[in-house]
């Protein structure tokens, strides 16, 4: 990918020019552009932005990720039987992922899940975290999910999971 280790992940700041942003679906814009900052000083999510170190204003994607839990019964049964028998799950949750349309068919969008998926594996060393859960927007995020090995809920469609012993196989042998 050209231009690569030009390429930063950052905390959202001040500094990122969010009013230009558009991926094309309304509530993700929308998300980026009020409540994205709110929602970090919160601490409810915590949104990371893809930019240039020679152009740290334009934001050309983003996604957000926050502690989650999941029942231990929405799992396929072939998952609960690797766990320990809580009600609860911890996971992270990939909230929102989001390029600009700008920006897209360079493969910044899997830049920014792998991303993602590295900040989250590091994290689940301290906080634990057994897999990373996403709601794709459409079935066209869903295929870009299911690419990457993520897993289907079975009784929830759109929601889609990757085990942390996946992530770490993927990344060390990628």
């Given at each position: 990918?050209?231009?690569?280790?030009?390429?930063i992940?950052?905390?959202?700041?001040?500094?990122?020019?969010?009013?230009?942003?558009?991926?094309g679906y309304e509530a993700l814009d929308q998300y980026l552009q009020k409540q994205a900052t709110q929602?970090?000083?919160?601490?409810?999510?915590?949104?990371f932005i893809l930019t240039r170190e020679s152009d740290r204003r334009t934001v050309i994607g983003y996604y957000t990720l926050s502690a989650f839990g999941i029942s231990l019964h929405d799992l396929p049964d072939e998952i609960v039987k690797k766990l320990p028998a809580y009600p609860i799950v911890p996971v992270t949750l990939l909230g929102r992922l989001a390029l600009d349309q700008r920006y897209k068919g360079q493969g910044l969008g899997e830049f920014l899940l792998v991303d993602a998926l590295k900040r989250t594996l590091k994290q689940?060393?301290?906080?634990?975290?057994?897999?990373?859960?996403?709601?794709?927007?459409?079935?066209?995020?869903?295929?870009?999910?299911?690419?990457f090995e993520f897993i289907n809920f079975p009784d929830k469609p759109g929601r889609l999971f990757l085990p942390m012993k996946t992530i770490a196989t993927l990344l060390t042998s990628g």
């Open positions: 990918m050209p231009g690569e280790r030009d390429l992940v950052e905390p959202i700041g001040k500094h990122h020019n969010r009013g230009d942003f558009s991926c929602d970090a000083r919160r601490m409810v999510a915590a949104p689940s060393s301290q906080i634990a975290a057994a897999a990373v859960v996403v709601d794709a927007i459409d079935e066209n995020a869903a295929g870009f999910y299911r690419h």
